[in-house]
C-alpha cells in the first residue's frame, strides 16, 4: 500500500525515530580515523556509520576491489557486508583476500547472508561463505531478500527451516548474531518481527525516495528501534549511478546525508571506484545529522518523483529485483 503524508508528518516521523533510537544516535562516536561509530543495536558492538557493500566489491577489478577494502579499513571503516549469491560467491571470495591478505579479520565486522530457507541449504551456504571469507566465524549473518510468498513459514519451519541452521552455527560458534533483510514489501519485515525470534539486526531500504512510498522509514524502522534491534540502511542512492540524483536534482552526498542521519547502526554503501569511497569517508568523519530545515527541504523535492515508486523499482515484485538463487528455487518447485 502507497503511504501519502504531508511534509510536516514526514519532519514528525523522522523525528519520532530519533526519539525512539536514542541509544543509536547519542551513542555515536568518531575512531581513530575520525570515522563516526554507533552502537549495534542491543550487541554491544560498535560499528562505522558508513560499510561496504559486498555486491560492488564482487563487481569490480579484484585489484582494486582488495586495495579499496585496505584503505577504507586503515581510514576507519570497519563494516563489510556481503551475500552468499553475491556475483555467483567472488564478493565472499574477494572480500576473503582482502581481508586475509591485510591481516584484518579482528578490525572488521563481518555479514553475509544465506538465500536457502530450508535447513541443509542453508548449512550449505554458512559453510560456502565461512571458506570463500577464509574465517572460522562470521559476525552476522542474515535471511537474505525475504520478500517471496511463503518465505516466513520456510524460514520458521521447526524440522526443515533455514533459522534452525542458523541457531545451529551460532551454537557452535561459526557467527554471532543473526538478522533478515529485503527490500519490496514493508509488511514482510514486520510479519518476521513479530515472530517470537529475537533479532539482532534488520536490513531495509532507507532513502528520501522510501519515505512518501511504501515506507520502511515509516512502518518498519520504529518497530526495530523500540526493540533495540540494529537497524541497517541501503539503497541510499538506489544503484551506483544514483538513480535518486537523476530523478531529483539532489547530490548524492545530500542522499546519503539523509540516510545516515536516520538512527541506524551503519548505512551499507555500494563503492566501484576509489572516489566514491573517499566521498562518504569525508562524510562520515565527525558526523552531524541535517537540520530539520534540510530534511525538510529534501523531502518536498523527493515527493513528486517518489509517488509512483518507479524509482524505488526493487519494490515492484513484478520486476523480479531479489535473491536469484531463491527466484530460481521457487520457479524449480523446491525448497
Given at each position: 500500500?502507497?503511504h501519502?503524508?504531508?511534509?510536516?508528518?514526514?519532519?514528525?516521523?523522522?523525528?519520532?525515530g530519533v526519539?525512539?533510537g536514542?541509544?543509536?544516535?547519542?551513542?555515536q562516536?568518531?575512531?581513530?580515523g575520525?570515522?563516526?561509530t554507533?552502537?549495534?543495536g542491543?550487541?554491544?558492538?560498535?560499528?562505522?556509520i558508513?560499510?561496504?557493500g559486498?555486491w560492488?566489491l564482487?563487481?569490480?577489478?579484484?585489484?582494486?576491489?582488495i586495495?579499496?577494502v585496505?584503505h577504507?579499513?586503515?581510514?576507519?571503516?570497519n563494516f563489510?557486508?556481503?551475500?552468499?549469491?553475491?556475483?555467483k560467491?567472488?564478493?565472499?571470495e574477494?572480500?576473503?583476500?582482502?581481508?586475509?591478505?591485510g591481516?584484518l579479520?579482528?578490525?572488521?565486522?563481518?555479514m553475509?547472508?544465506?538465500?536457502?530457507?530450508?535447513y541443509?541449504?542453508?548449512?550449505r551456504?554458512?559453510e560456502?561463505?565461512?571458506?570463500r571469507?577464509?574465517?572460522?566465524?562470521?559476525d552476522?549473518?542474515?535471511?537474505?531478500?525475504?520478500?517471496?510468498?511463503?518465505?516466513?513459514?520456510?524460514?520458521?519451519?521447526?524440522?526443515?527451516?533455514?533459522?534452525?541452521?542458523?541457531i545451529?552455527?551460532?551454537?557452535?560458534?561459526?557467527?554471532k548474531y543473526?538478522?533478515?533483510?529485503g527490500?519490496?514489501k514493508?509488511?514482510?519485515?514486520?510479519?518476521m518481527?513479530?515472530?517470537?525470534?529475537e533479532?539482532?539486526?534488520?536490513l531495509?531500504p532507507?532513502?528520501?525516495?522510501?519515505a512518501?512510498?511504501n515506507?520502511?522509514q515509516?512502518?518498519v524502522?520504529?518497530?526495530?528501534?523500540?526493540?533495540?534491534?540494529?537497524?541497517?540502511g541501503m539503497?541510499?542512492?538506489?544503484?551506483?549511478?544514483s538513480?535518486?540524483?537523476?530523478?531529483?536534482?539532489?547530490?548524492?552526498?545530500?542522499?546519503?546525508?539523509y540516510?545516515?542521519?536516520?538512527?541506524?547502526?551503519?548505512?551499507?554503501c555500494?563503492?566501484q571506484?576509489?572516489?566514491?569511497?573517499?566521498?562518504c569517508?569525508?562524510?562520515?568523519?565527525d558526523f552531524?545529522p541535517l537540520t530539520e530545515?534540510?530534511?525538510?527541504?529534501?523531502?518536498?523535492l523527493?515527493k513528486?518523483a517518489?509517488?509512483?515508486?518507479?524509482?524505488e523499482?526493487y519494490?515492484?515484485?513484478?520486476?523480479?529485483?531479489?535473491?536469484?538463487?531463491?527466484?530460481?528455487?521457487?520457479?524449480?518447485?523446491?525448497?
Amino acid at each position: 500500500m502507497k503511504h501519502e503524508f504531508s511534509r510536516r508528518e514526514f519532519i514528525q516521523t523522522l523525528m519520532a525515530g530519533v526519539l525512539l533510537g536514542p541509544a543509536v544516535l547519542q551513542s555515536q562516536a568518531s575512531n581513530a580515523g575520525g570515522i563516526a561509530t554507533r552502537l549495534f543495536g542491543k550487541t554491544g558492538e560498535r560499528v562505522s556509520i558508513i560499510g561496504f557493500g559486498g555486491w560492488d566489491l564482487g563487481f569490480i577489478d579484484e585489484k582494486l576491489a582488495i586495495q579499496m577494502v585496505h584503505h577504507g579499513v586503515g581510514e576507519g571503516i570497519n563494516f563489510i557486508d556481503n551475500a552468499w549469491e553475491y556475483n555467483k560467491g567472488r564478493s565472499e571470495e574477494v572480500v576473503g583476500k582482502a581481508v586475509a591478505s591485510g591481516k584484518l579479520r579482528d578490525k572488521v565486522f563481518l555479514m553475509t547472508k544465506v538465500c536457502a530457507r530450508d535447513y541443509e541449504g542453508a548449512k550449505r551456504h554458512l559453510e560456502d561463505s565461512l571458506r570463500r571469507l577464509h574465517t572460522d566465524h562470521i559476525d552476522l549473518v542474515m535471511l537474505h531478500s525475504i520478500q517471496y510468498d511463503g518465505d516466513r513459514d520456510r524460514i520458521f519451519d521447526p524440522d526443515n527451516g533455514a533459522l534452525k541452521a542458523v541457531i545451529e552455527a551460532r551454537k557452535a560458534g561459526k557467527l554471532k548474531y543473526i538478522g533478515f533483510s529485503g527490500h519490496q514489501k514493508p509488511q514482510v519485515h514486520i510479519d518476521m518481527l513479530s515472530m517470537p525470534f529475537e533479532w539482532d539486526a534488520v536490513l531495509m531500504p532507507l532513502n528520501i525516495m522510501d519515505a512518501h512510498y511504501n515506507s520502511y522509514q515509516k512502518t518498519v524502522l520504529p518497530i526495530v528501534l523500540e526493540r533495540n534491534i540494529a537497524a541497517m540502511g541501503m539503497k541510499s542512492l538506489v544503484g551506483s549511478f544514483s538513480r535518486i540524483s537523476q530523478k531529483v536534482n539532489v547530490s548524492a552526498e545530500l542522499c546519503r546525508r539523509y540516510s545516515m542521519s536516520l538512527p541506524v547502526s551503519t548505512l551499507v554503501c555500494g563503492w566501484q571506484n576509489m572516489d566514491e569511497m573517499q566521498l562518504c569517508i569525508n562524510i562520515a568523519r565527525d558526523f552531524k545529522p541535517l537540520t530539520e530545515g534540510k530534511i525538510e527541504e529534501l523531502l518536498d523535492l523527493s515527493k513528486t518523483a517518489a509517488a509512483d515508486g518507479a524509482t524505488e523499482f526493487y519494490k515492484d515484485g513484478s520486476k523480479g529485483y531479489g535473491c536469484s538463487y531463491h527466484s530460481r528455487v521457487l520457479r524449480e518447485g523446491q525448497g
